[in-house]
């Protein structure tokens, strides 16, 4: 499996990105796709997940009613609308896959495949 991040950036606060993960190289129809962050000096931070196959989703308090996740099936794309981008949401994203059951998918150690992460960068 792997997974391209993309749609990273400079905006001022207030501002929108949409971020993309595109995943290949399996099927996706069960799986739970995260996106989690990373400030440096700070440890990866859970922020929206995804249930591919019941379309459910969840967000971090932190993000709730700012970031949205949609999908393309035809493109196997999961997509990330950050909106009133704030400077604290600074960091690295990463994308991420999970094949496993029965878990919160709350924590890195939740999920399997990893994209490389894109910088999302807000000033003030």
């Known amino acids: 499996v792997q997974l391209q991040a993309s749609g990273g950036g400079l905006v001022q606060a207030g501002g929108s990105l949409r971020l993309s993960c595109a995943a290949s190289g399996g099927t996706f129809s069960s799986v739970v796709m995260g996106w989690f962050r990373q400030a440096p000096g700070k440890e990866r931070e859970f922020v929206a997940r995804?249930?591919?196959?019941?379309?459910?989703?969840y967000y971090a308090d932190s993000v709730k009613g700012r970031f949205a996740i949609s999908r393309d099936n035809a493109k196997n794309t999961v997509y990330l609308q950050m909106n009133n981008l704030k400077p604290e949401d600074t960091a690295a994203y990463y994308c991420a896959v999970s094949r496993k059951y029965e878990r919160t998918w709350f924590t890195p150690a939740d999920y399997d495949y990893w994209g490389q992460g894109t910088q999302v960068t807000v000033s003030s």
């Open positions: 995804f249930s591919w196959s019941g379309g459910y989703t």
